[in-house]
């Protein structure tokens, strides 16, 4: 069955006990927003999607002020999931600006390429207070917490090891490409035009040679 991303994580999260649109919401936030984020605007479309396929069904009425409809996941959904679960990932693809930036930026000189590093460091610091917010945080649900073995957990150690070894990774290149950058670098300044001045001044006449004859008689 082909669906959107936001659907299969829908199924996931039905999967660990009835939920309404807002607590899917929340549960995502806590435990996958840096890896598989879902808004306001997918969300709802896609329950009621998955809703007419079959895959969730309501449970009870509309509670609250907000009038907030809870699902569950149906025999047929779940079977979804397993299946879902058990193919194989699509490849991954990382939409990365600053990477696409540093690629063509080599040619502007090694102040931008430091720059654009610089900038990296704090993309990823910010990204690490995101995964912080997953652990500790609001406290996880029993079913999240047993759920596929060890995860949130999971997903917020290999954050912050991702995040580590970026910014290792920074560490380690920035001197190294800096400097390389800085050897093909066209050279400016008083060194463009030292080697005139110095023709300059082996053209210019010198003093007299050393073996003149005294002028002075010899004194």
Excluded: C
């Excluded at 993309?123 to 995101?130: D, G, N």
């Amino acid at each position: 069955m082909e669906l959107t991303p936001t659907a299969w994580a829908i199924l996931g999260f039905l999967s660990l006990k009835a939920q309404s649109g807002y607590e899917i919401l929340r549960a995502a936030k806590r435990s996958m927003e840096a890896f598989w984020g879902i808004s306001n605007g997918q969300l709802y479309p896609q329950l009621r999607f998955l809703a007419e396929q079959g895959l969730i069904r309501p449970v009870g009425e509309a509670e609250g002020p907000r009038s907030r409809q809870r699902w569950e996941i149906t025999e047929e959904g779940g079977a979804a999931l397993r299946w879902w679960l058990e193919s194989i990932s699509s490849p991954v693809q990382i939409r990365d600006e600053n990477l696409v930036k540093l690629f063509f930026a080599g040619q502007s000189g090694p102040d931008l390429v430091g720059r654009l590093l610089e900038e990296r460091k704090k993309i990823f610091t910010q990204f690490e207070s995101v995964i912080d917010a997953v652990l500790p945080g609001d406290r996880l649900p029993e079913a999240e917490q047993a759920a596929a073995l060890g995860a949130p957990e999971l997903l917020f150690r290999y954050g912050k090891h991702f995040t580590k070894s970026t910014m290792r990774w920074i560490d380690q290149e920035e001197r190294r490409v800096l400097d390389a950058l800085r050897k093909t670098a066209p050279q400016g300044g008083d060194s463009d035009v030292e080697p005139d001045a110095a023709q300059e001044a082996s053209a210019a006449p010198g003093p007299p040679p050393d073996d003149r004859p005294d002028q002075t008689g010899g004194r």
